[in-house]
């Protein structure tokens, strides 16, 4: 069984053109007919569909080869071939289509429905075509385009509002759980969140997306853990929430880990707007640790937040709204 997958490779092939048709005519009391080969019919596209339903790759790694149908060939009586029937690729929002070679993005699909890859390539024109005054019965017709298969990368970066980062257990599905319609698995041991989840914010001022990315940890930006895996997706996020789980021994230093593997990662992504969110704040008895993140971080918009409690969440949306409306 496949579960979540951000990333495959896949093999697409347009149909190729039929080829033309030789064929004369052959009528009672006309021994003689001249050429009727009809022309073959153009091949199959390859087209991507966004479907918004659809929130993984998974379904490509299943099949990973996907062929446009040939044109027909042409008939006598200059009768057209069929065309091929196109291939359709379904997708989610947010994919990315690659070259494997160089990773140069060829199409990125965000905010289009269709997307044609690969046109099928051109009948070949039939016999009938060729007839001149001085070769009237021509034997040869035209042969359809050929195209070859090539190879793609797909790539899914999740498109999000709000993206939420932290250390494995700062809070970030239980979060998530408490703004959103999202309902993520949460457990007490590191790693929980195995993919990145998505949640949908319903307030009187719209709606709008937060995405909860897998624990990142100290060394992901190189491949530590699964951070590296899944930085990617807070990519198109127009803010980034740095939770902070204020019952941790070291909660004063995980802020600069975090700040450090993002913008090792993706320098651009550390321009994004973001909040430092201190977490449990049930457990920070008279906020000691809540007052000494923030003096540490006095260049910083620092909140604290209890789900367990629900203490901040209604200021917390209110500033996300703020966000997404700039």
Do not use: C, W
């Not at 990125?108 to 024109?125: M, Q």
């Not at 009938?128 to 790539?155: C, D, M, W």
């Amino acid at each position: 069984m496949i579960g979540f997958a951000d990333e495959t490779f896949i093999d697409v092939s347009a149909g190729s053109g039929g080829n033309g048709a030789v064929s004369f005519r052959r009528e009672k009391y006309v021994p003689f007919g001249g050429p009727d080969g009809g022309d073959g019919g153009k091949g199959g596209s390859v087209i991507f569909v966004v479907r918004n339903n659809l929130k993984t790759l998974s379904h490509l790694k299943r099949k990973r080869v996907y062929r446009a149908e040939n044109g027909h060939q042409g008939e006598g009586r200059r009768r057209h071939g069929r065309d091929g029937r196109d291939t359709e690729i379904a997708v989610p929002p947010g994919t990315l289509i690659k070259d494997p070679n160089t990773g140069e993005i060829i199409k990125d699909l965000t905010d289009i429905e269709r997307f044609v890859y690969a046109r099928g390539g051109k009948g070949g024109l039939g016999n009938y075509h060729f007839s001149t005054s001085r070769k009237q019965t021509p034997r040869y017709a035209q042969k359809g385009r050929v195209v070859e298969e090539k190879r793609l990368h797909i790539e899914l970066a999740i498109i999000a509002d709000i993206g939420l980062v932290g250390l494995p257990n700062a809070g970030k599905s239980s979060l998530l759980n408490a703004l959103t319609n999202a309902n993520p698995k949460i457990g007490s041991y590191p790693f929980t969140t195995k993919i990145p989840n998505l949640g949908v914010m319903n307030t009187s001022g719209g709606d709008f997306i937060i995405a909860d990315i897998p624990g990142i940890i100290e060394g992901a930006s190189t491949g530590a853990g699964m951070g590296f895996k899944f930085l990617k997706h807070i990519s198109r996020t127009k803010a980034l929430i740095f939770l902070i789980d204020l019952d941790s021994p070291d909660f004063i230093d995980v802020f600069k880990i975090l700040y450090k593997e993002i913008e090792e990662f993706t320098p651009e992504m550390i321009r994004r707007k973001r909040i430092v969110l201190g977490t449990k704040t049930d457990l920070d008895i008279d906020e000691i640790n809540f007052n000494e993140l923030r003096n540490s971080l006095p260049d910083e918009r620092v909140l604290g937040v209890s789900v367990y409690t629900r203490e901040g969440l209604k200021e917390l949306e209110k500033i996300f709204l703020g966000i997404i409306g700039e």
